[in-house]
């Protein structure tokens, strides 16, 4: 809710000699946390920019999910509700990629929800607390997806990503993914 006046003054910092690292209390910065505006003031003023590899929700999801890795979109977290939420979802579904979404747990069961109502047999994967004690790999159809988080409260709970498998029957054409990057 700050990061444009925090980053002023950040930048003034870093400008005068101190050293700053930038992190997130869970996950990446920038990957649907704040950073952007502080990074690209760092780099328009001259301020060198260094990313230390770690954590990162998006990276293990996809290398665990079983999915195909070799395109795929991060889309991040869908707007919370109304009519823009379900257009985005149907262009998540459209997708000829493995899409990554973020999801908040008390809106879990309603995406999920969603998606039964759209495509039931959608394969998805559930990543909840990658890396953590109570970590949750499920890979199955959208129906049955939303029975096992339905029936076990635990899987509404942590840090969520869910992977929706590439839509049925689209080709990836390079046309198509020039589109999805533009």
């Known amino acids: 809710h700050n990061e444009k006046a ?9 400008q005068k000699g101190e050293t700053g690292a930038l992190i997130s209390d869970a996950g990446t910065p920038l990957l649907s946390d704040p950073g952007y505006v502080l990074v690209r003031a760092c780099q328009q003023a001259g301020v060198k920019v260094a990313p230390v590899p770690g954590a990162s929700a998006l990276l293990a999801a996809l290398a665990a999910a ?6 795929f979109l991060f889309q991040g977290f869908l707007p919370a509700k109304g009519a823009v939420r ?3 979802l149907d262009e998540v579904l459209a997708q000829p990629v493995t ?6 747990p008390h809106r879990l069961l309603a ?12 394969e998805l994967v559930l990543c909840r607390e990658l890396t953590k004690r109570f970590e949750t790999i499920l890979r199955l159809p959208a ?4 029975a096992a988080v339905a029936a076990d409260s635990n899987q509404q709970r942590g840090e969520i990503v869910l992977l929706v498998a590439p839509a049925a029957g689209r080709e990836q054409t ?3 993914l020039l589109r999805l990057a533009g």
Do not use: I, M, N, W
């Open 86 to 88: 379900d257009k985005a």
């Open 66 to 71: 079983g999915l195909p890795t070799d395109r």
């Open 99 to 104: 899409v990554v979404l973020y999801e908040a």
């Open 6 to 14: 925090r980053s002023e003054d950040l930048l003034a910092r870093l």
């Open 111 to 122: 995406l999920l929800q969603e998606v039964v109502a759209k495509e039931p047999q959608r």
């Open 174 to 176: 390079d046309a198509e």
């Open 143 to 146: 129906a049955d997806l939303l």
